[in-house]
Every structure is written in C-alpha cells, then in structure tokens.
C-alpha cells in the first residue's frame, strides 16, 4: 500500500495546474518529475510542459537562468498542462519575475524568501523586494524560509553546507506533496535508488523532502490542503512516458515486428538526444547505435545499414535535417526504407534550441534538390509518439522509401500516462526480403533486377551477399528494372513520375479520417503535431459552451489522406494553428483550393486551449464569422 499524506482534512478539487520555476541548478525539472511521477502512480490523468532555459548555465539568480516545469492533475482526462497555473513555486526573485505574469488572477505563489535579498532581487531586476510592496496584491502568498529549514533538517547528518542546501527542491517537493496529498512512497523509493551508495545524498534528500510535507502539517496552511482523485481511466497497465521514450519504443516495437535489427546513426542535439540515449539501452532487442562526428556521417550510416538490410534510423533536429538533405535525396534514389526523425525546435539557425516550434513542415516536404518526394507523418501527443514510429518504419519498409517523422520539443519532453499496449494488437509489418532471382537474362540464366517493382511500385530489398542478387546502387539515375545508369531523358522522366507515384500510393493504406465534434458544424479546426492537446481542448470548451465545431487532426501530411479535400469542402471556415508561420495552411490552399484561415505561432511557447478560443474568435470574426 502506497503511504499517502492525510486525505481527511483535504478539500476535494477536480484538477490543478503547479508551475516549479527556479534557477537552471535548483532542480525545478526533477522536482516536476518526481511530483508527476507520484501523481500518475496515484492514478490521476496528467500532462506536463517543461521549460528549459535557452543558455546551457546562464548565470546563477538571472532571467535567463530560470527553468520551469509546469504539470496539470486531474481527475478526468486532460490534453494539455493547462493555460494559467493555478500556482506557482518560486524559488527564486528571477523565477518570480519570468513566470508570475503566467499565474492566474488570485492564483498562489510559494516562494523561497531566504532568497530574497538585495543581490538576487538586483539580478531579477527588482528596486525593492515583491514580498513588501503591492506586487503580489492580488494573489495568495506562501513565505516559506525553504534554504534555512532545509538546512536545519540537515544538520545532524554530517552533510557539507552546499550539499545541504542543494536538497531545498526536495522540501519544495514535500510542501507540495502535503498540499495536494501525494503518495510519499515513490518519492523516498526513487531517492535510496537515484543516490544508491551516496549516503550522505539520501539522507539529506529525504530529510529535505519530510521537513517540507511536516512544514505543511504544522505551518497552519489547512486551508491549502487539497485532494484530486484518481481519474477514470481505461483498464490496464500504464506508465507515465515522454514523448522522446515513447518514440524509441515505437521504434524497437517495429523492428520486433518486422524482425529486422534497427541501428541509429545519430549526432546529438537538442532536443532530439534522448532517443540515442534511451535505444543505446536496448541493445537485447537487435539495436545497434552510432554516435557519429557529424549529421552527415550519422545519416550516411543509417543509410548504408538500410543497404545491408537493417531499418535504418536517423535522429535530429531542423539545423541537422539540413545538413543530411543530399544524403536523403541519395536515399530517395536508391529507393531503400530509411526513417529520419525530426525533433523540432525554434529556428533559424541555432534559434531557440530548448524551445518548441514546428517550423520544418516545408523542409521535410521539399528540403532536397531536384524531385525527390518521400512521405511525412507527424506525431500529435508524447504517448502517440509509439504509435508514429511504428507507422513510419511501416511505410519506410512496405513502400522502399526514406520517411520523415516530426515531433517537436513539445513532445520530446511533455509526459503523459499511456497504457501499454498488448504486443498482440500491434502491426504487422513484412519485410520480404528478396532470396531469389527476379528475371532471366538473355542467356537464359536467372538474374537479379533491383528495379523490378511490385504492386506497391516499391523495389526489391536485397541484401548484400544473398547468393545470385548483385546489384549495385547509387545517386546517378538508373533506368528502370534493371538499374543500370541510365542519361535517357524518357528514363529520367519515367523514374521520377513512378518515385511520386509510389508516394501517392501510400494514401491507399491510410486509415479514414475521424472528424471529431459536430460534423454538421461550419467551423473546422485542421491541426497537425502537437497542436493536437490544445486543440482538442480548445474544441471541448467550446462545444460545451454550445458552439458546434468540428476537428481533424492530421498524422499524415504527405501523402494528405484521399478524402481530406471533400471533408474541408464542407465547411464555411477551416481554421489551422500551427506553432509556425501557416505552412500547413498554405499546402491546404494550393491543393485544394480552400480558403484556410492560419492561426500562427512562434513564441517558443506551445498553444493554450484559452488562447486559441480567443483567437479563432477573431480569425472567424474577421472572415464574417460563422455562418
């Protein structure tokens, strides 16, 4: 039985929305993590929304040092970590100043006033403190000496100054796990096996994290004393997963069930990283991973295992997609199942490297020279992130084909709970390997053409050494069937009209479109990625305000399902967010000729359901509103 705080005293709430936000070196991401983890053993619904600061170290009590982490609770199924947290631990003056204009009207601030002097206070900008004028009027103020009692829980225990007082996010934790009665169990677990043989860690971690739940015991703060139920949630076995987790297993889950061993070649960055580090963990399962010395070297080996018969994978972000675009082209040539998985970030350039953005829709469509079209899918909430790595590799076998598969740092770092699915229900994926000769030669022997297509217009795969099947490849033009070079202008018009056809043909395996809402209504929302948990949201608000509206969500953006155009058709209005400039919105215009209002966005920051309510609002009104 799970220990978890006195509920009897505790008023119920439905949900609540926390924001942890202290300097890059307070520990606000684990804090998060720890209180999340604890929330989704306890069984609530969740959605989370870190927030890394730009600057690798910026310096300490600064602006730009403040890192945040913000998580909803519920008792019911949620999308979205929320729009306004309903409160706010600050641990610092710079964390008060960067977020306390998220918190809502009247919302609570917990704050560590052991910081609050006169030189963290001139860091964050401050004349005077915000605890003694009218900044914080409006809200419920917590003053908590959270640096002083952690240092008192501390000092029996032989732990130095600075290591003592490192274990304050830990007192945060414990006040919070008091105020909304966690479970105190996973906590003090996951502390003894995090600092397994730091004696002196443990013990000042858990002292920290007791002297904070007892300082919400004794601290007369009953009326701050919360309970949000478990939700009601599908039968089954559930794991609280990131976006970037949940990919890498989509990713060993293909190669189990096409049986073919997947190896990585990857360079790091941001945000894209923890994919190699999590698949590297999975050796058991037929993965072989690559930290190469550059992008282009880490695509150039994906690419070659695909030669040698394995899925070849490739991680990045958009500034990585750009250096590996003639390796791709090379790949859509030789016609071979690669999978490169974008993780997209705010841009140009370096741009906002710890933020989120979607932003590489037309690099992933049209990034490479000459006519080079391959398919684009794009995962829409970190639990899905699974189930978009299966169907990339899918069509990246089935139809010989290098695929796109954006997510964005939305998702890469977002959690969410996601019940494990039974092996049994996943895809088949077949990789029908070529072992026998395809043709016989004007010799009458048996002879291997690597161009001869099959009803899927996609080539053989042969690997490399099966008797009787030399072929050879490469980025000169072949002619079709029997691969040979070919300069043949006829060639060369006939092998890039079958590459788009085989494209074309992959929306004849797409699953129906779900129109969710009201299917008669004259609103549409048409979203793609991560928009997804706000728009869906946005849609429930609205619907239960009485307002009809309709929502399709694409996973498949290239090739765009067969029936997306008659479903846009009919509607007075189709309004698109993207977290970009409406690039989606100008494909759905030249295609279909749809007049699509763009909702755009490029703040580094994800929609809110609240915002977005607000602004179709607008677009509609601006366009003559529903009719």
């Known amino acids: 039985m799970t220990d978890v705080a006195d509920s009897s005293t505790a008023r119920e709430l439905s949900q609540v929305i926390i924001r942890f936000a202290g300097d890059s070196g307070d520990g606000m991401q684990?804090?998060?993590?720890?209180?999340?983890?604890?929330?989704?053993?306890?069984?609530?619904?969740?959605?989370?929304?870190?927030?890394?600061?730009?600057?690798?170290?910026?310096?300490?009590?600064?602006?730009?040092?403040?890192?945040?982490?913000?998580?909803?609770?519920?008792?019911?199924?949620?999308?979205?970590p929320g729009d306004a947290p309903n409160v706010l631990v600050a641990m610092n003056p710079a964390a008060l100043k960067s977020d306390l204009g998220r918190l809502e009207p009247g919302g609570t601030v917990i704050v560590n006033e052991d910081t609050f002097e006169d030189r963290n206070l001139a860091k964050a900008g401050y004349d005077t403190s915000p605890l003694d004028d009218d900044t914080l009027g409006g809200y419920t103020v917590i003053r908590v000496p959270m640096t002083s009692l952690t240092m008192e829980a501390c000092k029996d225990l032989g732990v130095k100054t600075r290591d003592a007082e490192r274990s304050k996010n830990f007192f945060a934790l414990g006040l919070i796990s008091w105020m909304y009665t966690r479970?105190?169990?996973?906590?003090?677990?996951?502390?003894?096996?995090?600092?397994?043989?730091?004696?002196?860690?443990?013990?000042?971690?858990?002292?920290?994290?007791?002297?904070?739940?007892?300082?919400?015991?004794?601290?007369?703060?009953?009326?701050?004393?919360?309970?949000?139920?478990?939700?009601?949630?599908?039968?089954?076995?559930?794991?609280?997963?990131?976006?970037?987790?949940?990919?890498?297993?989509?990713?060993?889950?293909?190669?189990?069930?096409?049986?073919?061993?997947?190896?990585?070649?990857?360079?790091?960055?941001?945000?894209?990283?923890?994919?190699?580090?999590?698949?590297?963990?999975?050796k058991n399962f037929g993965v072989r991973t690559l930290q190469a010395e550059d992008e282009i070297a880490a695509v150039g080996a994906a690419l070659g295992a695909s030669y040698g018969g394995h899925i070849g994978l490739t991680t990045t972000s958009g500034p990585g997609v750009a250096l590996k675009g003639e390796t791709i082209g090379l790949a859509v040539s030789l016609?071979?199942?690669?999978?490169?998985?974008?993780?997209?970030?705010?841009?140009?350039?370096?741009?906002?490297?710890?933020?989120?953005?979607?932003?590489?829709?037309?690099?992933?469509?049209?990034?490479?020279?000459?006519?080079?079209?391959?398919?684009?899918?794009?995962?829409?909430?970190?639990?899905?992130?699974?189930e978009a790595a299966l169907e990339a590799v899918r069509i990246a076998i089935t139809y010989r084909t290098p695929v796109v598969l954006l997510s964005d740092g939305y998702l890469a770092n977002g959690s969410e709970p996601w019940r494990l699915p039974d092996v049994a229900s996943l895809p088949t994926i077949e990789a029908n390997y070529a072992t026998e000769p395809n043709q016989v030669n004007e010799d009458g022997e048996p002879s291997f053409w690597p161009y001869q297509r099959d009803e899927n217009l996609a080539r053989p795969w042969a690997i490399p050494g099966t008797p009787g099947l030399m072929h050879r490849v490469g980025g000169i033009e072949k002619q079709d069937g029997t691969g040979n070079i070919s300069y043949d202008p006829a060639n060369h018009q006939h092998m890039t009209d079958i590459r788009q056809a085989r494209i074309d043909k992959i929306a004849e395996?797409?699953?129906?479109?779900?129109?969710?809402?009201?299917?008669?209504?004259?609103?549409?929302?048409?979203?793609?990625?991560?928009?997804?948990g706000a728009i869906t949201g946005a849609v429930n608000r609205m619907r239960a305000g009485g307002q009809k509206v309709a929502q399709i969500h694409l996973t498949h953006l290239n090739p765009l399902p067969t029936e997306l155009g008659d479903l846009l058709?009919?509607?007075?209005?189709?309004?698109?967010?993207?977290?970009?400039?409406?690039?989606?919105?100008?494909?759905?215009r030249a295609e279909y000729l749809v007049d699509a209002i763009s909702i755009p966005k490029v703040m580094g920051q994800p929609f809110t359901a609240g915002e977005l309510i607000e602004r179709i609002a607008a677009a509609t009104a601006a366009s003559g509103g529903p009719r």
């Open 30 to 80: 684990l804090t998060g993590d720890r209180f999340t983890n604890a929330s989704a053993l306890f069984g609530n619904d969740l959605a989370t929304l870190p927030d890394f600061p730009a600057e690798i170290r910026a310096p300490a009590g600064t602006l730009a040092g403040v890192s945040a982490f913000q998580v909803q609770i519920s008792d019911h199924d949620i999308t979205t």
């Open 183 to 282: 479970p105190l169990e996973p906590t003090l677990d996951w502390i003894d096996k995090k600092f397994a043989g730091k004696e002196l860690v443990i013990g000042a971690n858990k002292a920290a994290f007791k002297a904070g739940h007892a300082y919400g015991e004794t601290a007369e703060l009953g009326e701050h004393h919360f309970m949000i139920r478990p939700a009601a949630l599908e039968p089954g076995t559930y794991t609280n997963i990131n976006g970037n987790t949940a990919l890498a297993w989509g990713l060993i889950a293909a190669g189990h069930q096409a049986k073919v061993p997947l190896f990585l070649g990857s360079y790091p960055i941001t945000p894209a990283s923890d994919i190699l580090h999590e698949l590297s963990k999975h």
């Open 335 to 386: 016609e071979l199942p690669l999978v490169i998985i974008d993780i997209q970030r705010g841009g140009p350039s370096t741009g906002l490297p710890t933020k989120t953005e979607a932003s590489d829709l037309m690099l992933a469509m049209y990034g490479r020279h000459g006519e080079a079209p391959l398919p684009v899918i794009a995962a829409y909430s970190p639990a899905q992130c699974f």
């Open 509 to 532: 395996s797409l699953p129906p479109l779900d129109v969710a809402g009201d299917a008669d209504a004259d609103l549409c929302l048409l979203g793609w990625g991560s928009t997804w």
């Open 569 to 588: 058709r009919r509607f007075d209005h189709v309004v698109v967010p993207e977290m970009n400039m409406g690039q989606l919105t100008r494909i759905i």
